[in-house]
């Protein structure tokens, strides 16, 4: 094979790949990581790129225009290098760090904990612990074997009564030489499980805390904590996007490409593994440690994105019935799946409850703290889907349901994620339609993103532009040029293209519209059936609790008004932003919530929507703006 | 660097190797082992072959004569190739299939087990078992995760009430195929460990049994049992020389080769690890099985064989104060140390108690089964070290004494190991001084072996050719030409060369009877001492046990007639041959067993016999025939 120079601008980076390599590979193998919505199958045309030279094989056009092509623009996934080429990868086609965990970055230092209270009720006893020990050197007449003698002392510091004392083989290898150049002085790590603590580390003896890892895989974004686990304080924390992206943006897309050849499985499990190894050497580079301090990990996910991360072919998720391979795993030294951690450190994943209901699900419930009192609360965690979670001490009852990508921006035209450039909230004059927005980052608008959209759905009802069924009313006596009719749509211009930062207005249509009604109507669809199932009635439900990124940024009141979230007074509502990483930071501090954890997962009971005709009867109802049944939407003018 | 050839005959097998290879690593590399008596230091002579044609480079001739160097004669550790070259490796360099375990394979189809007994005493509850389990497919209703819908099953065959069954990654990776293609009818191998159960392997549906290997590490050599362990049966064995003896022929020489360089360690542990591999795959290709069909395996070896089979360096084995890394490790998984087995199979492997006490030590204590009633029971393994437990129900306590390698043919001018053309059996006429013999394999004597060279002391004696201190005695009234001086020493013909396999004569000299005299003391004050510490007269001993491949064929006539063995009744000796493999094979097939033995680990006490003077004056008092104190030796007519 030949190979080809590939440059990339703006960075002037410039990679060798082989010939007949995508672009899209060649980017990621230069770092540069562009979106993708479909897999690479050249249908969503997220991946965009502008050929500057060269004359690569393009195998397919997709959703581009005679124009865009006319001035170079070509999928990336779709086009193949048969010699050097100089290629522009637009701000537009770029996977980019995601703001909210960008702004938490920013911040610096230790960070503001919002889950003291839990922690304080759990009380500190982490999953791993380090301990100096001292030992006396062996003599002719005291001669225990070195790992009898360190493994006495050990059981006297840890009273370790009734748990014993284990040393796998990795660090027995090291015993020998570690406990005689540290002169029988040491420091020892290790982790602790229901029957037994292990050892694994020995080094030269110091007063360093040991640390752990706080793990949110989700579809979207990774989020990585460095804990302090001899105080539970959060020392440091990153987040970026899921490298898996580039295999599509949902799970579905995931599972199809992990399993549609041989060796897929095993590029998007190290995809993740990949993702998580980059911010934990990012984390430990500014705090000036090294793998082997982290002692311990906990990892929450979706079902899908456990067994991704794991390694379990994911197939079965996605077919009828819907069978998941396991709901939990027991605890996996950190080098069987290779993390950046001490090697014989233990990874715990939190275990899921079904197919659509996962770990990340049971370690937000777990911060609801809803399983432990009598009130009944609702947990909702909303994004591609919406996982919903009722109940109380007595009883606990989830679903989920599909709520499609809109509200993470996609199959929205002009849909994006919460990221710098996108509109995340809207105003709409009702009598002129004049518009005013609020862009993350303050700079030109190029998209609009789940907050954004939940916001223009309730304004542009408001002013009469849609009707309740999101029909647009083109003849609004406002007669505003902003309400217009194209050759495929109508649609409403929320920002013209001179104050935008791409060079077409930025709409949205009456397609957007009817996707938005159809997302929001899964979530109030799944909510209520729960609420039937169980005979519960809303006003039986003390507090209603918001999770997720999207979740942070939620407008109640247009929630309410466009009929995605009850009709409950404001104060019951909660956000508490990404649960999944707090719930697995209080596990990797508490032994008592990792087996809160556990139990959670088999006390949930999973209700699968798609038996008998509850969901399908109340997402036909849900269709409308709020909804058919107003009676529902007491606060809400019609 | 440039190719050599080497061609090795009488095989015309040749080799290419890298300029600068020694001879001996060609021939390993060839498939052909030669002996090593001293680590390739070019210092034993052990190694010699015939150069034929060529002219590799010669760094050392270290024992051979002129008329050896003459005749092309070199060592193969100190002759290095820098073009091709033609090689001889003459019968006597090589190591061979060792007579004992060949007789045993020999035998074929099922083998005669003495350790019935035991078994019956323990009853069968083997390391690993196998069920066959039907499971239910899965429903929109009954949408149990895979792992959950089997362990559910598992648990309720297993009755597992109180302990757990778990599954680890790697088969979790193959379960939700292994279940779909079975149609949801599997065979599931399980192991179990004392808090829970494993699942080590998922296959389609069948009622074959699962087996187990029971491996008997010794320094010299390798066996490995193949054991049903439904029932307990042994189906098939096979042994062979630990192909770690090309980097020396004792524990230390080996230990000084792990340590002497980086990688030795790695390499001496690759060296047994594949004898067992080799011996498995003799046996599954015999049996038509195949690894995965291996659910558990016991090891047992010494202290060093141990950790150079787990890889820990054992350095400081040899250092005073003779410190272990370690008495046991908990059960290892196959894959970790490359065992042919099913890789999540576990691995258990004998505790020590010291340095020089080892798992073999332990195992065969337990077949003893010494440590359950309330006789005294004496149980000695002669090797090159003699170790040896003394006690009963209520306590035992243990020593290790070196004996040097004699009894195993090592610094004996003609001695060699148990195998074809090897006089075990010597026969002197007091007057005449004629000798028969009887050799291994009833083929031409070549050397002498343990066994003959105990019976050539004891008939020497008899028949007055030596006095008690073991010196010739010259004068001798037969005037026999056997009997005659040469440069170096004195000697006694015991074959003469047109008797011979070789074209020389075969002696034993003055040198090799006090080596001898040296090797038995040290066995018998072993004994002697550890008698004395706990106060224990002879005669309050029930049962003298010897095991070792040595003690198979050791006569206890003329064991005693040379001060080897204690002067009792020849009733209360009992030879139980290989006694570590065969409790390696009762702990496989018993749960009890293996606490057992992990007991007895923890209750013999170590005598540490390089501390005080009772050793020393006791081996000094010894090196006689049969020992200073007659009186303690009243059956021998001196």
Redesign the interface.
């Known amino acids: 094979m030949a190979a080809c120079q590939v440059k990339f601008m703006p960075e002037s980076r410039t990679i060798e790949v082989e010939e007949g390599t995508s672009l899209v590979k060649a980017a990621s193998q230069a770092g540069i990581y562009i979106k993708s919505g479909c897999g690479a199958k050249g249908s969503c045309g997220a991946c965009r790129v502008i050929v500057l030279s060269g004359e690569p094989e393009v195998r397919g056009t997709g959703k581009l225009t005679p124009e865009d092509i006319a001035r170079g623009v070509r999928l990336s996934c779709q086009t193949f290098v048969h010699g050097d080429v100089t290629v522009e990868v637009p701000p537009e086609s770029r996977l980019q760090e995601h703001q909210v965990l960008m702004e938490d970055v920013q911040k610096g230092g230790l960070l503001q904990e919002t889950e003291q209270d839990l922690l304080d009720k759990f009380s500190l006893h982490p999953l791993a612990t380090k301990v100096r020990v001292k030992l006396s050197e062996?003599?002719?007449?005291e001669?225990?074997?070195?790992?009898?003698r360190l493994q006495l002392e050990l059981r006297r510091i840890l009273a370790a009564g009734v748990k014993g004392v284990?040393?796998?083989?990795s660090v027995?290898?090291t015993?020998?030489?570690a406990l005689?150049q540290a002169q029988w002085d040491v420091a020892v790590t290790l982790t602790e499980g229901e029957?037994k603590y292990t050892v694994v580390r020995v080094e030269k003896g110091n007063d360093r805390p040991p640390y752990g890892l706080a793990i949110d895989i989700g579809t979207t974004t990774v989020v990585v904590y460095l804990v302090d686990l001899s105080n539970g304080r959060v020392i440091d924390k990153q987040g970026t996007y899921n490298k898996q992206a580039k295999f599509g943006d949902d799970v579905i897309s995931r599972i199809v490409y992990a399993v549609d050849a041989p060796g897929n499985l095993q590029e998007i499990q190290r995809a993740v593994i990949d993702t998580i190894n980059g911010l934990t050497e990012q984390i430990l580079s500014r705090q000036k440690l090294e793998p082997a301090d982290l002692g311990a990990a906990v990892v929450a996910g979706n079902t899908t994105m456990t067994q991704l991360f794991?390694?379990?072919?994911p197939?079965?998720v996605r077919l009828?019935?819907?069978?998941?391979?396991?709901?939990g795993?027991?605890p996996?030294k950190a080098q069987?799946?290779g993390l950046k951690m001490v090697s014989e450190g233990l990874v715990h994943c939190f275990p899921?409850v079904?197919?659509y209901v996962g770990g990340d699900i049971v370690s937000g419930t777990m911060v609801t703290d809803m399983a432990n009192g009598e009130e009944i609360v609702l947990f909702i965690d909303i994004g591609t889907n919406g996982e919903i979670v009722l109940g109380n001490q007595d009883w606990l009852v989830s679903c989920a349901c599909s709520a499609g990508p809109c509200f993470e921006g996609g199959g929205i035209l002009f849909g994006m994620r919460a990221m710098p450039g996108a509109i995340e909230r809207v105003y709409i004059d009702p009598d002129s339609l004049d518009v005013s927005f609020k862009v993350i980052g303050r700079i030109l608008p190029v998209g609009i993103c789940g907050s954004g959209l939940v916001d223009a759905l309730a304004k542009l009802r408001e002013a009469g532009i849609i009707d309740r069924a999101g029909n647009f009313q083109m003849e609004h006596p406002s007669h505003s040029e902003r309400l217009r009719l194209t050759p495929d749509d109508k649609e409403f211009v929320l920002a013209w293209a001179h104050q935008a930062g791409g060079d077409k207005d930025v709409v949205i249509t009456e397609n957007d519209v009817k996707n938005l009604i159809r997302a929001k109507g899964a979530i109030y669809a799944g909510i209520r059936s729960l609420l039937t199932m169980v005979a519960v009635d809303v006003d039986m439900i003390s507090r209603i609790v918001i999770a997720g990124g999207f979740g942070n940024y939620l407008n109640v009141h247009d929630s309410v008004e466009i009929g995605l979230l009850p009709d409950v007074p404001a104060e019951r509502y909660e956000f508490i932003g990404n649960s999944s990483v707090k719930g697995a930071r209080l596990a990797l501090l508490s032994q008592n919530a990792w087996h809160e954890a556990a139990e959670l997962g088999k006390k949930m009971t999973?209700i699968?929507l798609?038996?008998g005709t509850t969901f399908m009867d109340e997402f036909v109802s849900a269709l409308f703006l709020p909804h058919t049944d107003l009676s529902l939407f007491p606060s809400v003018v019609s």
Chains 1, 2 share one sequence.
């Open positions: 062996p003599t002719l007449t001669n225990a074997s070195d790992w009898a284990d040393i796998p083989l027995l290898q015993l020998p030489e005689r029957d794991l390694g379990v072919d197939r079965y009828e019935p819907y069978i998941p391979t396991m709901n795993v027991p996996l069987e799946i899921s079904a197919s999973y699968e798609s038996v």
